[in-house]
């Protein structure tokens, strides 16, 4: 007898996991997350949609505004970013931002709609002086009533317990690739460095948010096993960020062959497959995205955007142009906690 299209014989290799299913799972293997990243496009976004609204209201983005606070000069090597003092960017170095600063551009992200404000320092890893003046920072935007967030580069475990002390929400930091492409991408600091800082964050209470950079020159591999490592963490990340290399002249990875459209969707919705609690954001590169592929980025399961013009040095979307792809699309931002705000406040008093 000849096969229809919906034969069963033809689509049970597609759902090798039940798309339903609730548990976490913490111990995938590189071939289950590589039958993943392979199922046919529209089963994969089939899974993650599924998955997605079980535990996400389908509709809804949250909005994060990113700053930086200290630009350039930077020690590290990392191959994509211009803040490296290492690379010739024409990116020129800037002292720790005045806290009146900091508030001014936190309040006009708010007013725009963002519920979180991340703080990004270009150090390796900042000092106890300048980690105080960075937790004067999160207390002020904590009295915006917005979420808090940064980014310093590696921390010990007592910088981490003076951060949640604090206050802080989340502390961001990116494994960036998989452990094996690592060292084609940075040399100062090694993976396992990473890894202890995620844990030192994670001990100490802070939401950890860690992802990847796609589009480096890595291979399908590489994506699966960066994934992997996110996923099989202990706990998954609170907020799982995915990047698009945002091709940098003057960085070693400047002409790095970059990743299909298709691909980078694949991606998401594995990331959501794998870690269907955790945000998943849309990270740097929208600004090279047409409307089309970010919508589809939604649907594979993404839930989280940064806002604004600027990511760090790089340029992001206009916030217009997002309010206008939102509306087309019936997306709402996620509301900002009022309560947060009252509580902030009082805290202040």
């Known amino acids: 007898m000849t096969q229809t299209q919906n034969s069963p014989a033809q689509t049970t290799s597609a759902q090798p996991i039940p798309a339903s299913t609730t548990a976490l799972r913490h111990d995938w293997t590189l071939q289950e997350i590589e039958a ?28 994060s505004s990113l700053l930086s606070i200290k630009t350039g000069a930077c020690a590290e090597d990392c191959g994509y970013c211009s803040q490296s003092a290492k690379h010739n960017t024409n990116i020129e170095r800037e002292r720790l931002l005045p806290l009146s ?15 979180r404000f991340c703080m990004g320092a270009a150090w390796r890893n900042p000092t106890d002086k300048n980690l105080e003046k960075v937790i004067e920072m999160v207390q002020a ?6 979420e808090t967030c940064v980014t310093l580069g590696m921390l010990s475990q007592a910088q981490s317990q003076r951060l949640k002390e604090a206050g802080l929400d989340y502390y961001n930091h990116n494994l960036d690739t998989s452990p094996e492409f690592y060292g084609n991408v940075i040399t100062t600091r090694t993976f396992q460095d990473r890894l202890d800082t995620l844990q030192h964050v994670r001990d ?13 020159g890595e291979k399908a591999i590489d994506r699966a096993s960066m994934l992997q490592q996110l996923a099989n963490m202990a706990q998954h990340p609170q907020s799982v960020p995915i990047n698009m290399l945002v091709q940098i002249e003057g960085t070693p990875l400047y002409g790095s ?13 594995a990331a959501r497959i794998l870690m269907p609690h955790s945000q998943v954001r849309l990270s740097a590169g929208r600004h090279e995205m047409s409307d089309e592929m970010q919508a589809l980025c939604f649907f594979a399961g993404a839930n989280s955007i940064f806002y ?13 142009d997002d ?19 009252e509580a902030g406040k009082a805290h202040s008093a």
Do not use: W, Y
């Open 323 to 341: 309010l206008a792809l939102f509306d087309r699309l019936g997306i709402t931002p996620s509301k900002v906690d009022s309560s947060r705000a």
């Open 101 to 115: 600063e900091v508030i001014e551009k936190a309040q006009i992200a708010r007013n725009n709609g963002s519920s």
């Open 141 to 146: 935007v904590k009295d915006t009533g917005m």
């Open 36 to 63: 993943i990243l392979q199922l046919p496009f529209n089963d994969l976004l089939f899974r993650a949609q599924t998955l997605h609204r079980l535990h996400h209201n389908a509709n809804e983005v949250q909005i």
């Open 204 to 216: 100490s209470g802070i939401n950890v948010c860690s992802g990847g950079i796609l589009g480096m």
């Open 257 to 269: 062959e970059g990743i299909d459209g298709i691909e980078f969707v694949r991606s998401i919705g």
């Open 308 to 320: 604004g013009d600027k990511l760090l040095t790089t340029d992001n979307c206009e916030t217009n």
